[in-house]
């Protein structure tokens, strides 16, 4: 008697969890079949969980003074900023995935890459949801490539473009005049002045993304679209870049022993003058960090003349997020030219907007920043913007970095 009332229970709860997880697919359907506006009334008096990276404390400032009143006065949303690595984002989802959790607290996302890839591929996110977004509609260029595909890897509504980012290198010239413009003229830059270059070790972002650039001097961008994910084929294609970085290693700061660790550590060394040169993936910081007195007024960003990489990053749903409705709202506010130009000034952040698509009055707003000290204007960065890698090759190409430059 014992034994069946054992069997019963676990069956009656096997049949509950698929009850709810049905439930809660049902639901997930149910909000991609409202309206906008109904979004909006069922996310008043609600609370919007943001996950993401939160080590930038100017965007911090931004997303909880700015963005964050915009929802709460416009919408009634309170935004609820929760820094956490992606790492461990993605693993909270594959943890409550395993767990049959149906009603998580992980609503946005700021995801885009290779662990955008991972999640998808793992079916942890929401969507199709980008066509729900009215600023979406309107102020997005569709057909634009990182639009369609995030590092390579097809987006099909699954996240919304939150910012682009772009190389730049900052220098100031009151202590710096050369300007290299290409990898060879950045060696002979090093070589006469031994200790004065470096960029952080891989696979920080910003270093990973500066070795991509010197793989792009040497091997047209083209050959990597379609690649197999293969180690030695791809070793063998990158020789050049890894010939170059391992003949520029012994003249940078340090003698190459060591490299900064990530992209404020070399920030650090460029505003002591241990360093000439910053590498940012934050196109307009320049102009924001003369203006708060950070960097002096001589300070410049300059790219390469081949260009340099940039991507965009996004913004996605957890699958089991709880209050998708706020989400969605809270992600086509982020869209919106009056969020985007804010972004550009307080942030330096390149907007995801189409320029094309804004009224005459928000294009002026958008110029007069173009002009401020330091910067690059936006039309010629963007003229000069390389496609990223498919995702799959990011983390093979840091593996031989690690191998055949750091371990030598």
Not at 50 to 78: M, R, S
Not at 347 to 373: C, H, S, W, Y
């Amino acid at each position: 008697m014992k034994k069946c009332i054992k069997i019963l229970s676990i069956s009656f709860l096997l049949s509950l969890v698929f009850n709810l997880t049905n439930v809660f697919a049902e639901e997930a359907e149910k909000v991609k079949r409202l309206s906008f506006e109904e979004m909006i009334e069922l996310a008043k008096g609600s609370q919007v969980n943001f996950y993401g990276w939160g080590g930038d404390e100017k965007l911090n400032q931004w997303l909880d003074e700015v963005y964050g009143v915009k929802l709460k006065e416009k919408y009634d949303i309170t935004l609820n900023r929760i820094p956490m690595d992606i790492d461990q984002i993605l693993s909270q989802l594959v943890s409550e995935k395993q767990a049959k959790i149906t009603e998580s607290e992980i609503d946005m996302i700021w995801i885009n890459g290779e662990n955008f890839k991972s999640a998808r591929e793992n079916d942890l996110l929401f969507g199709p949801f980008t066509e729900k977004l009215p600023n979406y509609i309107k102020y997005i260029d569709r057909k634009e490539l990182e639009n369609i595909k995030d590092f390579g890897f097809p987006i099909e509504g699954y996240e919304a473009p939150y910012s682009k980012a772009q190389l730049v290198l900052i220098k100031d010239s009151a202590i710096t005049q050369e300007t290299p413009k290409n990898a060879e003229e950045l060696l002979r830059y090093a070589k006469e002045n031994p200790g004065m270059f470096t960029y952080p070790a891989l696979p920080d972002f910003t270093g990973s993304a500066f070795v991509r650039n010197i793989i792009y001097q040497f091997v047209d961008y083209q050959e990597f679209q379609n690649m197999d994910v293969n180690k030695e084929k791809l070793k063998e294609v990158i020789k050049p870049a890894l010939d170059y970085l391992k003949e520029l290693s012994p003249y940078l700061w340090n003698q190459g022993k060591t490299y900064p660790s990530d992209g404020p550590a070399l920030n650090n060394l460029f505003m002591d003058e241990e360093v000439n040169f910053y590498i940012t993936y934050t196109a307009n910081e320049v102009a924001d960090s003369i203006k708060d007195g950070t960097y002096p007024s001589t300070a410049q960003s300059f790219i390469f003349d081949k260009g340099t990489v940039g991507n965009t990053n996004y913004i996605a749903i957890g699958k089991n997020s709880a209050n998708k409705a706020a989400a969605i709202v809270a992600i086509n506010e982020m869209l919106s030219p009056d969020m985007q130009l804010s972004k550009y000034e307080h942030l330096g952040l390149i907007p995801v907007i189409d320029d094309k698509r804004i009224d005459d009055q928000t294009k002026v707003e958008f110029k007069a920043l173009e002009n401020e000290k330091g910067t690059i204007p936006q039309d010629e960065l963007l003229a000069k913007r390389l496609p990223e890698m498919p995702a799959q090759l990011i983390p093979l190409i840091e593996e031989i970095w690690l191998e055949e430059v750091a371990g030598n």
